[in-house]
């Protein structure tokens, strides 16, 4: 997928194997020219039972790692539904 801010196609990593948010060897996607995490790049917290985002697709559901740095939620744990694809400013607490 393509970067939100920079338009410009995001790069495949890996969650490291320290990560302390249950997250290790998770596959995701970043930009790096942005150095922003795009979106995870598994299934994890998405069924079609979530609720819609404003692309009409089910989001995902995901929770505020234990250090959370700034953004909309700050609570670490906290679960929110956010666009899976990452195609909409799609947010809500859960």
Do not use: M
């Not at 290790?24 to 917290?45: E, H, I, K, M, V």
């Not at 404003?54 to 790692?65: I, L, N, T």
């Not at 250090?67 to 679960?79: E, F, I, M, N, T």
């Amino acid at each position: 997928p393509d970067c939100r801010r920079c338009g410009r196609p995001t790069i495949f990593r890996h969650v490291g194997t320290n990560n302390p948010n249950g997250n290790a060897l998770r596959p995701y996607y970043a930009c790096s020219p942005c150095n922003t995490f795009l979106t995870w790049a598994d299934q994890r917290g998405i069924s079609a039972e979530n609720v819609r985002c404003h692309c009409d697709e089910p989001s995902r559901q995901d929770r505020v790692g234990k250090y959370p740095r700034g953004g909309k939620l700050l609570r670490p744990g906290a679960l929110f539904w956010t666009c899976w694809q990452k195609q909409c400013d799609f947010f809500a607490h859960v």
